[in-house]
């Protein structure tokens, strides 16, 4: 937020990060990360006040507002610290190192992060936001000023003797516990860890606040399919369907909000994150695969559409986020008050939106300060059905009015000042939608998807990627590339890539993938313990190295890398990559255990690994009806454990796939389109009929449960 009473600007003002450029104006004396920062901390013999955030976080925002952009604030720290901004997406290295501070010095986590550290970098004070007074028993900024003035005049030694002990002990929790190789044992403590922690009544896993962290739904679906534990099913089903009833899901114009600040999914808090969309929309497609039920096929299109619609750049790569607020008030882009919408809609689309959406003239979104503000956030107060008996309507004419009613309701909230759209490229998201798109055009037979999928993946590599293949840049902005890549990166980017083959069976899709995971071994694979470091470097940023584990609101480089690296050397034969599976469970298994449900991507890439699975060669004349339909039918399916491969007919075994050991050579039967069903490359006999390769792979993959 630009403060208009001090157009002098900072030194942020040479950044091209949007929320570092959203403080340029502040009173506040801001550098970026840097070492100037820290040799002018030592020249001038001042602690560092670093400020982690992002630029659609609202109390990120409500802290500016507060504090930094208060002149008797301002002029409090540029007295006592040398401030430090840094963008969370930016520098996630930074935010996951002093997250972890902040969580072992105060037992809980969130942004803005507040982290005081010696010239030195090493932490004393931990925290997150803070008012400007102290209240409600929150520590405020000017007494957090004028305390730490005091510790570093007169208390000094205490506080670096204090960071120096928080720092071994931020090194000893970053050194791998090493275990067993991870087995059966493991997946099966992970779904009783989720089951006793699964809201019954409302879906989800926890207490408020509540996150849909669709990666849970995954493993729940892959636990399903491999026990047949119906409540694994009903559990993905119930969460699913309460998410897109709720207010946490935009009712008019699609996309998930960041979290629901309840247990039931009413009130959100607005914000939209581009890796939520993908995987939710993942969790759909994947639950549509395994139900054959198209309401969740429309729930992950829903999703997909607000995507193509509101975070498309121009190049085809997608934007990182929208924020929570509008006008200055969170929600108010999406909300409503009773009048407003009875100016809009006829009587008979009035009576329906009000019924099916909770529409009262009190209103039922409550602000921060827990005041009830006249607005509304639109929900689904039931199922349609039960809503239209209500209403003594019939289903299909209720469905009618309200898409009329939606449609009018949308092109009216058009008109209003939009959310901050942060315009950011950041590869391991837009990996994470490659994928999601990717997934959704085979399973929906959609090639729009499959296109935007690849438009966004040439996208990425032509903006990001040098010819050396290992040149990712972690983030594009405007001005140029900025930050190179961390694992994510190449993870997540690995991850879209691998879909995208899966979905288009095209050899330079393979191609690139497999180019993608050399470059990612190579910078940042650990030979000696096993396992992906975050970051490429001898040492991280801050002097630490470290191999994530455990998920956080998506899941981690290792568990990605892990599960893509398996399905690659499913697809090709690379007995190498399957042999750092097996290194990088031995190194990681001891995290893996002590909270299995914590790093559950990671578990399920376990599962993939130990448990049965298998391979499928289809050979064809591509655009053929009985090629395309062989195709359709493995797209379809919910086959968590299998990879597909084509060869076409005049191949044999050949082009990317040549070194492939299977064995034999893959010919049409009879001149159709055939499938070759393989386990370890191994094969069966082959069939031209889809039905037979799909019970052939279902056996496969449930062989032994």
């Known amino acids: 937020m630009q403060d208009q009473k001090s157009p002098k600007p900072n030194r942020l003002i040479h950044s091209g990060n949007p929320y570092l450029l959203q403080h340029a104006f502040n009173p506040v004396d801001w550098h970026p990360w840097s070492e100037e920062a820290f040799r002018k901390a030592v020249d001038e013999d001042k602690p560092v006040f670093l400020s982690i955030g992002y630029s659609t976080c609202h109390w990120c925002h409500v802290m500016e507002a507060e504090s930094f952009e208060d002149p008797e604030v301002a002029a409090l720290m540029n007295e006592v610290f040398v401030c430090v901004k840094v963008d969370r997406e930016e520098h996630p290295d930074l935010d996951q190192l002093y997250m972890t501070v902040v969580q072992q010095m105060t037992g809980g986590g969130g942004w803005p992060m507040t982290i005081i550290l010696t010239p030195e970098k090493k932490p004393f004070f931990a925290g997150t936001y803070m008012p400007k007074e102290t209240r409600g028993g929150r520590l405020g900024m000017v007494e957090l000023i004028s305390r730490v003035r005091d510790i570093w005049r007169d208390e000094r030694s205490d506080a670096e003797a204090a960071a120096g002990q928080i720092l071994d002990g931020l090194k000893a929790s970053f050194v791998p516990e090493p275990g067993e190789s991870p087995g059966p044992h493991l997946v099966e403590e992970a779904y009783r860890q989720l089951a006793r922690?699964?809201?019954?009544?409302?879906?989800?896993?926890?207490?408020?606040?509540?996150?849909?962290?669709?990666?849970?739904?995954?493993?729940?679906?892959?636990?399903?399919?491999?026990?047949?534990?119906?409540?694994?099913?009903?559990?993905?089903?119930?969460?699913?369907?309460?998410?897109?009833?709720?207010?946490?899901?935009?009712?008019?114009?699609?996309?998930?909000?960041?979290?629901?600040?309840?247990?039931?999914?009413?009130?959100?808090?607005?914000?939209?994150?581009l890796y939520d969309q993908a995987l939710l929309a993942m969790a759909c497609t994947q639950t549509f695969r395994a139900t054959s039920e198209t309401g969740f096929e429309d729930m992950a299109r829903g999703v997909l559409t607000y995507v193509l619609r509101d975070l498309k750049s121009p190049e085809g790569a997608f934007y990182s986020a929208e924020d929570a607020d509008s006008e200055g008030e969170e929600g108010k882009f999406y909300t409503w008050e009773a009048e407003e919408i009875d100016a809009?809609?006829?009587?008979?689309?009035?009576?329906?939106?009000?019924?099916?959406?909770?529409?009262?003239?009190?209103?039922?979104?409550?602000?921060?300060?827990?005041?009830?503000?006249?607005?509304?956030?639109?929900?689904?107060?039931?199922?349609?059905?039960?809503?239209?008996?209500?209403?003594?309507?019939?289903?299909?004419?209720?469905?009618?009015?309200?898409?009329?009613?939606?449609?009018?309701?949308?092109?009216?909230?058009?008109?209003?000042?939009?959310?901050?759209?942060?315009?950011?490229?950041?590869?391991?998201?837009?990996?994470?939608?490659?994928?999601?798109?990717?997934?959704?055009?085979?399973?929906?037979?959609?090639?729009?998807?499959?296109?935007?999928?690849?438009?966004?993946?040439?996208?990425?590599?032509?903006?990001?990627?040098?010819?050396?293949?290992?040149?990712?840049?972690h983030i594009r902005y405007e001005e140029g590339n900025a930050v190179g890549a961390f694992l994510d990166d190449y993870a997540f980017l690995l991850w879209g890539a691998v879909e995208l083959y899966q979905a288009s069976l095209s050899p330079e899709h393979l191609e690139i993938a497999l180019s993608l995971a050399e470059g990612m071994v190579k910078l940042f694979w650990d030979e000696k313990e096993g396992g992906f470091f975050f970051t490429p470097l001898e040492e991280g940023s801050p002097g630490l190295r470290f191999k994530p584990v455990f998920d956080g609101p998506y899941p981690t480089g290792n568990s990605v890398a892990a599960m893509n690296l398996l399905r690659l050397a499913r697809i090709t034969g690379k007995t190498d990559y399957e042999e750092k599976i097996a290194s990088l469970g031995k190194g990681l298994g001891g995290w893996a255990a002590r909270a299995p449900a914590g790093c559950i991507h990671l578990v399920s890439a376990f599962d993939a690994a130990f448990g049965p699975a298998a391979e499928v060669i289809i050979t064809g004349e591509r655009g053929k009806?009985?090629?395309?339909?062989?195709?359709?039918?493995?797209h379809r399916s919910y086959l968590p454990n299998s990879v597909a491969a084509f060869i076409p007919p005049k191949e044999g075994r050949s082009g990317i796939l040549k070194s492939v050991p299977f064995g034999r050579e893959f010919r049409p039967k009879e001149g159709k389109a055939t499938a070759f069903v393989c386990r370890n490359f191994s094969c069966g006999a082959s069939t031209a009929d889809p039905k037979k390769m799909l019970s052939e792979l279902l056996k496969a993959e449930t062989e032994g449960t």
Request: charged share 30%; glycine share 10%; proline share 5%.
């Open 197 to 273: 922690n699964y809201d019954s009544h409302y879906g989800g896993f926890g207490r408020e606040p509540k996150f849909p962290i669709p990666t849970n739904l995954l493993f729940l679906l892959r636990y399903w399919r491999r026990t047949g534990n119906e409540d694994a099913l009903r559990m993905v089903r119930r969460t699913l369907e309460a998410i897109f009833e709720g207010g946490v899901y935009d009712q008019l114009g699609n996309g998930i909000h960041r979290y629901s600040t309840d247990d039931r999914w009413f009130a959100p808090h607005f914000e939209k994150m």
């Open 344 to 473: 809009i809609l006829g009587s008979e689309e009035q009576k329906a939106a009000r019924a099916a959406f909770g529409i009262t003239e009190e209103g039922n979104f409550i602000d921060d300060h827990g005041r009830r503000t006249g607005r509304n956030i639109l929900h689904l107060s039931g199922p349609k059905e039960t809503i239209a008996r209500q209403l003594g309507m019939d289903p299909d004419r209720f469905r009618e009015i309200m898409d009329r009613a939606r449609d009018k309701l949308f092109e009216a909230r058009l008109s209003r000042p939009r959310p901050y759209l942060d315009t950011k490229i950041m590869t391991d998201w837009n990996g994470l939608m490659i994928a999601a798109f990717a997934m959704a055009g085979a399973a929906f037979s959609e090639p729009r998807f499959i296109d935007a999928a690849d438009l966004a993946l040439s996208s990425i590599l032509a903006g990001v990627k040098k010819e050396d293949g290992e040149g990712l840049m």
């Open 625 to 634: 009806p009985d090629t395309e339909e062989m195709i359709s039918a493995f």
